[in-house]
């Protein structure tokens, strides 16, 4: 696998029939805790391995979700399947899992936009949008779709099968680009993501959720 597509930070929608909430299910959420935002964020990281040594950061924006071992997962990631690094220490990171290089599966596994990563008193967390106090909701009114929870949305026609749609409060968005973004003054593509049409955010059971209708 070339290390240039070894990192992701990603999430996640499958729907089918009908109107269907596609991310109701809360992941592998961890404990919250509270940070500089006010915003509560998941301290769990993954299982599998630890990013201790690579997960140093001392700013926003510098933080993002890595895949253990030599090759990306064939299937969708929850919190646990994942590392949170510092992004500058990407290859580093890949040259410890992976020294002897191993031929990866032909899959293609679905990000999941629901994950991100946050410099928190020096370290790298990982967190699922899901859980946090950015998708809390008391009305639909209150609730608005995004491509993934990277800095910048992704441009152009979002999948909402296998890709990185989800859904926030709208009160929340300055609050997550505090945790995500280098500085406030970031450059994002002079373009907009084109939400699938069937695809809206509603609030579930206190959480706002994307909800697939084919009416």
Request: glycine share 12%; net charge negative; hydrophobic share 30%.
């Given at each position: ?19 269907a ?60 399947d ?14 410890d ?94 373009c907009?993501?084109?939400?699938p ?19």
């Amino acid at each position: 696998m070339h290390k240039s597509s070894y990192l992701i930070v990603i999430a996640v929608i499958a729907a089918c029939g009908g109107s269907a909430v596609v991310d109701a299910g809360g992941g592998g959420a961890g404990s919250s805790t509270s940070t500089s935002t006010s915003t509560s964020t998941s301290t769990s990281t993954s299982t599998s391995t630890s990013g201790a040594g690579f997960n140093a950061c001392d700013g926003s924006g510098q933080c993002t979700m890595a895949w253990p071992g030599c090759c990306e997962g064939c299937f969708e990631p929850e919190l646990g399947d994942l590392v949170p690094i510092n992004r500058s220490q990407g290859e580093a990171f890949y040259d410890d899992q992976c020294p002897d290089p191993e031929p990866c599966p032909e899959c293609i596994g679905c990000p999941n936009g629901n994950l991100f990563a946050y410099c928190d008193n020096g370290t790298c967390r990982g967190a699922d949008l899901r859980v946090e106090e950015l998708s809390e909701c008391s009305g639909p009114s209150q609730c608005k779709l995004r491509a993934g929870t990277d800095c910048c949305e992704n441009c152009g026609e979002i999948d909402a099968t296998c890709g990185v749609l989800v859904a926030l409060n709208k009160q929340q968005q300055a609050a997550l680009a505090e945790l995500v973004c280098e500085n406030e003054f970031m450059d994002c593509p002079p373009c907009a993501p084109s939400y699938p049409p069937e695809a809206f955010a509603d609030c579930v059971a206190g959480r706002c959720q994307v909800v697939i209708s084919n009416q």
